[in-house]
C-alpha cells in the first residue's frame, strides 16, 4: 500500500533529522530498497568532459530516492583556484533528490544510465549507513585527485572496502590496457586548448599503463567495468536501464579556433620575421625577447608543477626540455643588440635537449603533445638565425 504523501515527508523529516543530530539509529531499509550505481553522459564544459558518477539509494516503502554524489565542488570555497593549482582541490558528497539530481541532466539532454547492484537487504542497508555516516558534516570533504580519487574512482573503493575480497573487477572487457592519457585522450580532441592544456601539464607518471581498476576514473569505463564485476562469485549488476535516453554528444570545434590554426598563424609569421631578418642581415629583438620570455615562463610553471605542488600527475614533465626555464633569464640578454659569447653554446644545449625530449617521445618514456612540435620548430627558427648573428 502507498503512503501518503505528508506520511512519506514525516518519514523522512524523521530519518534525515535524526540521523544529522546524531540522537537516533538510522532506520532499516525495506526489502524493497536497493542500490544503483548511475552514470551520466560527458557534457561540454571541459569538467563534464568525462561524464559524472553517483550512487542511487531508493526505497519505495519507505519513500526514499536520494543521490549520494562524490563528485560536488563549490567555486565559491576559498582559495579555490588557489587550491586547485597546488593541488589541493576539496570535493564533498552531496545528498539530493533523485528528481533534483536528474534535472540538470534533462536540461542538457545527456543519457544517464542505472546499474542496479544484486545485494541483499542486510548488504544494501550496509552501503546506506555507510554513505549517510560518510556524508556527516566531518566527513564529507575529500582532497579530489583527477586520477586516483574522483567521484568514479570512489565507486570502486566504496564497493572493495565495504565488500572486500568478495568484489572481484575482471578486465576480459578490455582490448587493451591503456594509459592514463590515452584514456584521457579518448574524451577530448587533441586539437583541443583542453587536450593541449593537459598535455603540456602532465608528467611521464601518466604516460604508463593503468590497471584494470585503474580504468575506472573514467565514469564511462567505471560502468563497463561493473558489467565485469563480481561479488561472490555472481554478477555484481542485477540488471541495466536507460533512465535518460539521449544520443551521445559530439564535440563539433571550430578550426579557427583550434590551437592548431593559432599555431601554425603564429608559425608562419615567425617564418616571415625569420626570413626577412636573414635577408636583411638584420634581427627583431622584440621577437626575439617575446618567444623566450614566454617558452621560459611556461618551462617554470611546469617546474613549479613538478616540485611545488602535490599534484600526482605533473611530476617528471620532460615538456621542459623544449621550454627551457632558463629562456625566461636569456630573454633579456637576446634583447641586447651585442649578443652574449655564451649564447650559441646555450642554443646548441637546447637543440640537444630538443634531441633528448624526441627520443623519450620514441621510446615512449613520455608522450607529448603534436602541437609541441609547431612551438618547438618556431624556437627553432630563431635558435638558428641567434646562432648565426652571434658569430
Known amino acids: 500500500m502507498t503512503k501518503r504523501p505528508y506520511q512519506t515527508a514525516i518519514v523522512l523529516l524523521i530519518f534525515f533529522c535524526s540521523f544529522m543530530v546524531g540522537q537516533a539509529q538510522l532506520p532499516q531499509l525495506s526489502e524493497d530498497a536497493k542500490i544503483s550505481v548511475l552514470t551520466c553522459a560527458a557534457g561540454d564544459e571541459l569538467y563534464y568532459a568525462f561524464g559524472h558518477s553517483a550512487f542511487r539509494v531508493q526505497d519505495p516503502k519507505m519513500g526514499i530516492d536520494v543521490v549520494y554524489n562524490y563528485g560536488t565542488f563549490d567555486f565559491n570555497r576559498p582559495n579555490f583556484y588557489l587550491n586547485f593549482a597546488k593541488g589541493k582541490l576539496i570535493y564533498s558528497l552531496s545528498r539530493r533528490r533523485f528528481d533534483i539530481f536528474l534535472y540538470e541532466y534533462e536540461?542538457?539532454?545527456?543519457?544517464?544510465?542505472?546499474?542496479?547492484?544484486?545485494?541483499?537487504?542486510?548488504?544494501?542497508n550496509q552501503l546506506f549507513q555507510f554513505f549517510e555516516k560518510n556524508y556527516l558534516p566531518k566527513n564529507r570533504d575529500y582532497l579530489y585527485d583527477p586520477l586516483f580519487n574522483n567521484c568514479s574512482t570512489i565507486t570502486a573503493d566504496v564497493l572493495k572496502n565495504e565488500f572486500g575480497e568478495a568484489i572481484t573487477f575482471d578486465g576480459d572487457h578490455l582490448d587493451k590496457r591503456y594509459t592514463f592519457r590515452q584514456l584521457v585522450r579518448q574524451f577530448i580532441p587533441i586539437n583541443s586548448w583542453g587536450a593541449f592544456g593537459i598535455d603540456l601539464a602532465w608528467g611521464s607518471v601518466v604516460d604508463r599503463k593503468a590497471t584494470v581498476r585503474e580504468h575506472m576514473f573514467l565514469p564511462y569505463y567505471a560502468m563497463y567495468q561493473l558489467r565485469n564485476t563480481s561479488k561472490s562469485g555472481k554478477p555484481l549488476v542485477l540488471r541495466e536501464r536507460e533512465v535518460l535516453d539521449y544520443s551521445e554528444r559530439e564535440q563539433n570545434g571550430y578550426f579557427a579556433t583550434s590551437p592548431l590554426f593559432w599555431f601554425?598563424?603564429?608559425?608562419?609569421?615567425?617564418?616571415?620575421?625569420?626570413?626577412?631578418?636573414?635577408?636583411?642581415?638584420?634581427?627583431?629583438?622584440?621577437?626575439?625577447?617575446?618567444?623566450?620570455?614566454?617558452?621560459?615562463?611556461?618551462?617554470?610553471?611546469?617546474?613549479?608543477?613538478?616540485?611545488?605542488?602535490?599534484?600526482?600527475?605533473?611530476k617528471y614533465n620532460f615538456d621542459v626540455l623544449w621550454a627551457l626555464p632558463l629562456n625566461a633569464i636569456a630573454a633579456f640578454y637576446v634583447f641586447k643588440r651585442a649578443l652574449p659569447s655564451w649564447l650559441p653554446k646555450y642554443l646548441w644545449t637546447a637543440f640537444a635537449l630538443f634531441g633528448i625530449m624526441i627520443l623519450l617521445w620514441i621510446f615512449g618514456v613520455q608522450s607529448f603533445s603534436p602541437l609541441t612540435l609547431i612551438l618547438m620548430a618556431m624556437l627553432g627558427l630563431r635558435y638558428v638565425l641567434l646562432i648565426k648573428a652571434a658569430k
Open 107 to 124: 536540461l542538457e539532454k545527456r543519457w544517464v544510465k542505472e546499474q542496479i547492484l544484486d545485494l541483499d537487504q542486510a548488504e544494501v
Open 264 to 314: 601554425l598563424l603564429l608559425f608562419l609569421f615567425v617564418g616571415i620575421i625569420t626570413y626577412l631578418d636573414y635577408t636583411h642581415k638584420n634581427r627583431n629583438r622584440w621577437l626575439d625577447m617575446a618567444l623566450f620570455l614566454l617558452s621560459g615562463l611556461v618551462g617554470v610553471f611546469l617546474l613549479l608543477l613538478w616540485f611545488a605542488t602535490d599534484h600526482v600527475s605533473t
